[in-house]
């Protein structure tokens, strides 16, 4: 029998792989990094010095958080109830100015911690390089420490058009484009790590010119990197993309011959039929995030037309302060419930949701030869969640509970590329406890600098004292 460094056994191995197998007595062999075998439990050829033994377990991919904003960890709840142009003026930009290096490390800790425990095993994550240029290395810093696999988008703007006060920018936020690409070719050098990829993002078609949009999207095909934007968000920027550009925003970027395999567009809740058949077409990514489009009432995006177009798609949280958690179990049963009130209860299931969660959200990064399935060849991304959990009564139903009745806390163990980072429901990477208590440092500090704090208790209902 084959030698491996870890070997998992009798538990109900769901590989989304092409058929969509799923082995109710199975096993999955791994070695150094990569899964090497999987199949059923009475076929395993393998054995290892450290074999888990998984009886009332489901083995499955790790999930794919396809857009987040890590640093967002301790601005949390501030923003509640602001209409989001307000949230934008009042909230993000003050935001920007008081996060550093030290601030958005305990941030990012906080928030990939809570992915991590839920069993998210790949980001999408988007930060401001300006005002602060040092922040998103304390992003960068945090994402490396936990062993979490990264996509990290350096955000960007420039346009000065502040005809909709809505879609404007800060002045001290815009660079030229020369100067955000020369940081985001800085820092895929001094950040060069095999889990990850950092690549620029021009934050979206209303808030960066057509020439900063235009040149991120060459030096992304040029250097082999991914790009994001934030497309397609509002009512608001739906309506002013019309006004001055006479089109959408998706047909403005392929105006600008941006679309391509190379781009993840988040949000996308507002694409007309011809913007659904160019996503499709030129294989653009998307991830649908319908927490945070549901609170800040955005609009519910055409999951349903999107996905019979065969645009590529996966899922995402967006950041603990538009949405406000990470929390993937939600983010997927809200995808499927929010169709299934535009076409009825037969739209949908528990199985569709996991499977944009996991190689959806793997097809829509382009990293599907790598991640997103359990099959041999791919590097061991894998979650294990145990089934004796009450909301998860009956096993027979373990799917439609996992989605509909979902709950992090059933995740028990990650790994990332074959290592260990959540054992036993507790995080091996960090001390759990010190990622609290330093997040709410980070917190304070914080508050002190912009009175966001202040301002969100001012703003309750209730009568506050002592």
Known sequence: MRQVDRLLRGATVVT???ERTVYE????????GRVVGVGADRDCGFQSADTWHLRDAVVMPGLVNAHTHLSNGITRGLYDELPL???VQRGMWPTLRAYDAER???????ALAENLLGGVTTTVVGEFGAPNRDAIEGVIRAVIESRSRAVVARISVDSEDDTDPSQATAPDVRESIDDALAEVSRLRKAYENPLVHICPEPL??????PDMVRAFADYARAEGTRMTMHVASSPDERDEALRRYGRGSIEQLAELDVLGPHLLIAHCVWPNENERRLLAETGT???????????YAS???PLAEMIEAGVRIGLGTDGASTNNGQNMWETMKMAIFMQKSRFGAAWGSAELALELATIGGAR??????????????KRADLIVIDLLQPHLVPKSTWPSNLVYSGDPHAVRAVMVDGVTVVQDGRLTMWDQDEVVRGGNRAADVMNSRTGLADAYRERSRWAWRG
């Open 25 to 32: 007595n199975g096993y999955v062999a791994i070695d150094d």
């Open 364 to 377: 829509a990064i382009g990293m599907d030869s790598e991640i997103g399935s359990i099959e041999v060849g």
């Open 85 to 87: 142009a307000e949230w």
């Open 104 to 110: 958005a490390y305990h941030g990012a800790r906080v």
């Open 204 to 209: 979206g078609v209303l808030r960066c010119t």
């Open 285 to 295: 990514g998307v991830s649908h995030n319908p927490v945070a489009n549901l609170m």
């Open 16 to 18: 989304m792989d092409g």
């Open 299 to 301: 609009g519910t995006a």
